[in-house]
């Protein structure tokens, strides 16, 4: 069984809790500095949600792992191929901010080497096998990331 993307988060999520409180290392923010991090996670929880109910509404698959079943490149897949994984990302970092404290920032780390070297290659491929150049042309079209 392979992880998918919100689980991952989750145990991110309560890692990082983990390492705030029981292994902080340098403490880089206060309040009410910390409070910045309100901002990158609320974008990326309006990605998170703009994606997935795009993918409700179409009805394609969201499951990382399953077959891709449409080719998705409006809504804010215009700006960038992988919405959601930039706004777990922005949650994660907004997260890392909110604790205030260095260890945690290695969530959001975990998170992007997870999705550049697991996830989007995975996915990346799913979707050249089924729509060949419609694809690669969005690719060339669209940035993976920003």
Known sequence: MKLLPPPLVLILLIGMAGLRWFLPGAILLTPPLNWLG??????GAL???QGAGLFRRIGTNIKTFNEPGTLV???PFRLTRNPMYLGFLLVLLGAAILLGALTPFA????FALASQLVYIPFEEAALRAKFGEAYEAYARRVRRWI
Request: aromatic share 0%; no cysteine; charged share 5%.
């Open 38 to 43: 309100l901002l990158p996670l609320a974008l």
């Open 73 to 75: 490149t409006d809504g």
């Open 47 to 49: 990605l998170l949600l």
């Open 107 to 110: 969530g959001p780390l975990v």
